[in-house]
């Protein structure tokens, strides 16, 4: 019998037990003592391979478990609220993707067997040291040599450099007189299969985050590899390796959305504890709509992943702008979230307190990476500028579609197919083109038990709202364009893209949430119980000029109220902060010892 996302989550979380109980392999307390030694998390790692999470990442058809993309998103939910060193650490599995995007039928049955075996431990080896994310610049070479090529130089920093055992690199195969966009090739290499010598570690980094990871590098000196270990066509390289990150990215959610978990249980609870002003810390009006934006926050990444995950089987080809705005706005979501808990906490936030055992200060390092790898804000947002003329083109020219199998989270999917997923999506973005007719089925529903006449007017004038937010996002794209001091280039840099459109970027990445809550509740208000029918939080969200950014004072006392009671009684009953009932481990719960013990399973 297949298990949903939610049923999955819930027996991983058997399996690892309560992080809150030191005996379990992936526990609070370890963790962190883990990290200050910066040291690889092996058992937690250990404890994730025996329940088969590798299998997660092979598709059904080569006898894998990868059936659905939202069960990678809630699998790394799990890991991640943990120990985000373990999640960094085992999740380089997805590089395995590549195999599937880009590779033949005879390597897909190769790689697929090999990582069902198990022990496999990927690198994704593109950064070099002087090029960063300049990837077209890379040094890196593969030599084609009588049907083999010859491997030389060094990938740095990379997550699993010295401990991997295979690896995914880009090298140049071309000449000078090629295109630079077609120099580079892909290799999936299997260091057990070069010779002593051709292959070693470079050592690792010490970092502000994931001390516990392994970041180091990879040199290859004079390495021969067979012409079976090179992905897709010659000259491929650097397409195979951008259509990877697009569906990489967008995974990258759920660590956001783990780390994002923990910090507002570990605040929360801790100040429902504490006693101030002859009450609960928590009880202070300021401190309870702080800690009501942070779960409202939550809620909104939620919403943006869940809907990617489902856009992943319905809209692969168009989420080269879909992955750059979900990775983005969800890690801003929780990124704010972090300061706001932090300065909530107060002195706290400095201290090493035993009720948290610096978990809080942990997870707020370790989930800031988010933003970073697999392409950093920056450039993400650079992408979506780069395709915004053709948003602009795009939008409004969608035939007639039923949105309801992206939105309702009970709606079958097709397969996921990673190998659809281009790199230019021609302007095309389905959240986006939903739009016009969400705010159509919203201005069609009637007042009801849940959602009363002043609600239901507020919710139609926010969606009009947001629908005209959108549309005046695009006519700037084509003022911009026309603008002459934006097409002048005055610098010697190939890099030219208008901050200008940088700054539209980043607005369309709030309005992108905002309608992906707005689909989320017209699609599943009849079985997500009373809380979500009444859409009270989802007004909240509609407000907010930023969908990640709030202040003091910007919700009303008793909406302030009632979301902090929603998050407090989630968090009381052992649940994710989720608009789905997720349950965690048990309070005190040990690890599970066989598969024959989840009850979810």
């Known amino acids: 019998m297949e298990q949903s996302g939610t049923e999955l989550a819930e027996a991983l979380e058997e ?21 200050e030694r910066d040291e690889l998390p092996a058992a937690g790692i250990d404890r994730l391979r025996a329940f088969g999470f590798n299998k997660y990442f092979v598709p059904e058809r080569l006898g894998g478990k990868l059936r659905s993309a939202e069960d990678i998103l809630m699998l790394t939910r799990v890991i991640a609220r943990r120990d985000m060193n373990v999640a960094v650490s085992e999740s380089t599995q997805v590089w395995m993707m590549l195999a599937w995007i880009g590779g033949d ?47 030389d130089g060094e990938k740095w920093p990379i997550n699993r450099g010295r401990t991997s055992t295979h690896v995914v690199l880009l090298g140049t195969t071309g000449d000078a007189h090629t295109p630079a966009q077609r120099r580079q090739s892909m290799f999936l290499v299997d260091r057990a299969e070069l010779a002593p010598g051709e292959v070693s570690g470079v050592p690792r980094v010490p970092t502000y985050g994931l001390r516990g990871c392994d970041i180091s590098g990879v040199a290859f000196t004079g390495a021969r590899v067979d012409g079976s270990a090179r992905l897709g066509a010659e000259g491929e390289g650097l397409e195979l390796a ?36 002859d009450g609960a810390a928590d009880e202070i009006p300021y401190v309870t709509e702080s800690l009501a934006n942070a779960y409202l926050s939550l809620l909104l990444a939620e919403c943006e992943s869940l809907v990617a995950m489902r856009g992943l089987h319905l ?12 990775k983005v706005q969800v890690a801003r979501l929780v990124d704010t979230n972090s300061k706001v808990l932090a300065r909530t906490l107060g002195a706290r936030y400095f201290l090493r307190a035993a009720e948290h055992v610096g978990t809080f200060q942990k997870m707020l390092r370790d989930g800031a990476v988010v933003s970073v790898f697999d392409g950093s804000e920056p450039v993400c947002l650079d992408s979506i500028a780069l395709q915004l003329p053709a948003l602009a083109k795009a939008y409004g020219h969608d035939a007639a579609t039923d949105w309801a199998p992206l939105y309702d989270l009970r709606a079958e999917l097709p397969p996921f197919a990673p190998e659809r997923v281009a790199v230019f999506g021609r302007g095309r973005d389905a959240v986006f083109a939903s739009l016009p007719a969400l705010v159509d089925r919203l201005a069609a529903l009637t007042p009801d038990a849940h959602c009363d006449a002043d609600r239901l007017t507020a919710l139609r004038e926010r969606g009009a709202r947001l629908r005209e937010e959108l549309e005046a996002l695009l006519a700037r794209v084509q003022e911009v364009r026309r603008d002459p001091a934006d097409r002048a280039r005055t610098a010697e840099s190939s890099k030219t893209t208008s901050p200008r459109l940088i700054r539209i970027a980043e607005e369309l990445g709030s309005v992108h ?22 859409g009270e ?15 003091a004072g910007t919700l009303g006392p008793g909406t302030a109220r009632r979301l902090f009671a929603r998050m407090d009684a989630q968090r009381t009953a052992g649940e994710f902060f989720s608009l789905r009932r997720v349950r965690t481990a048990a309070p005190g719960a040990r690890e599970a010892r066989t598969a024959g013990e989840l009850t979810a399973a």
């Open 15 to 35: 399996w690892l037990g309560d992080p809150e109980e030191q005996a379990n392999s992936i526990s609070f307390t370890d963790a962190l003592a883990l990290d």
């Open 105 to 151: 039928a005879a390597q897909q049955e190769r790689f697929a067997a090999t990582m069902l075996r198990g022990g496999v431990v990927p690198c994704l080896a593109y950064s070099e040291p002087g090029h960063g994310a300049d990837l077209a610049a890379n040094s890196f070479t593969a030599a084609p040599d009588a049907g083999q090529y010859v491997l």
């Open 242 to 277: 951008l259509r990877g990150l697009l569906i990489t990215r967008t995974f990258c959610t759920g660590l956001s959305l783990g780390t994002g978990d923990t910090m507002l249980r570990a605040v929360s609870a801790f100040l429902s504890g504490r006693r101030l002003y």
């Open 315 to 326: 809209y692969t080809e168009q989420f080269s702008i879909w992955g750059n705005l979900a």
């Open 513 to 534: 949430a905002k309608v992906t809550a707005l689909g989320v509740w017209l699609h599943n208000r009849e079985h997500l119980g009373a809380f979500f029918a009444e």
């Open 537 to 551: 939080w989802l007004l909240a969200a509609l407000d907010r000029a930023q969908a990640h950014q709030y202040e």
